[in-house]
């Protein structure tokens, strides 16, 4: 069974600095995976997607690494803004023992960007 | 290109009741999946449409269900509503399935009295 985990759970960092958010699952038979954002009492975002076959994706300040082997993602967060606070979640896509797809979400990293 | 959309965004219930929710998905999209939020449980998956067919189950009773029109637009229907049903309901559409890009729609809340 796929579990996916984000620690820290929540994430203080003054406005400017780079910071690097942490994604592992459990299962490295995956298909994809990916980053959201989510604002309090709002739906999901998607940043970045990854698929199985690459290293890494880039959109703007964002950066997103993939190390299926050990079970890894990274969310790299450059010169952060205020505008950046947020829950960040990650979804691993696998194949479940049914066979079917699954998207299993971690519970997110609560990120402050302190002015 | 319009996003996905949720009817309605909020919703107070009382025990007993039923409800039904929508999700309209992104123009030309097939899969549409449904997510309850719930603080304590994170994002929990309820079930998968592709093509008016529920493709993917997870693990909630019979209480909750859903189906999916010939435009892709999908319905989830909770009966018999329980306090534990209050949540974010989430629905996400992509062109086949989780091997592709989620969207997410804004949610909707629900309230159970």
């Known amino acids: 069974k796929q579990e996916v985990t984000q620690i820290p759970a929540a994430l203080s960092v003054p406005e400017g600095e780079n910071l690097v958010l942490n994604c592992s699952f459990t299962?490295?038979?995956?298909?994809?995976l990916q980053w959201f954002r989510q604002d309090p009492g709002k739906g999901l975002t998607s940043l970045l997607l990854?698929?199985?076959?690459?290293r890494e994706q880039t959109s703007g300040r964002l950066n997103a690494s993939l190390d299926k082997s050990s079970g890894r993602s990274t969310l790299y967060i450059a010169a952060s803004q205020p505008g950046d606070s947020a829950t960040y979640l990650c979804?691993?896509?696998?194949?479940?023992?049914?066979?079917?797809?699954?998207?299993?979400f971690g519970t997110g990293t609560r990120l402050t960007i302190i002015p | 290109k319009a996003g996905v959309t949720q009817t309605p965004r909020y919703l107070i219930k009382t025990r007993g009741q039923q409800v039904t929710l929508s999700c309209s998905p992104i123009?030309?999209?097939?899969?549409v999946s449904w997510y309850q939020q719930t603080p304590g449980q994170g994002l929990q998956f309820l079930f998968e449409y592709f093509s008016e067919t529920q493709r993917n189950k997870g693990n909630f009773p019979g209480r909750f269900s859903g189906r999916q029109f010939s435009n892709s637009r999908s319905e989830m229907n909770v009966s018999t509503l329980e306090l534990g049903d209050s949540a974010l309901y989430l629905c996400?559409?992509?062109?086949?399935?989780?091997?592709?890009?989620?969207?997410f729609g804004p949610g909707t809340r629900l309230t159970v009295l």
């Open positions: 299962d490295s038979a995956i298909y994809n």
């Open positions: 979804a691993v896509g696998s194949t479940s023992n049914f066979g079917n797809e699954k998207l299993t």
């Open positions: 123009s030309g999209h097939r899969s």
């Open positions: 996400a559409s992509s062109l086949d399935g989780s091997y592709n890009e989620q969207f």
């Open positions: 990854i698929q199985s076959s690459q």
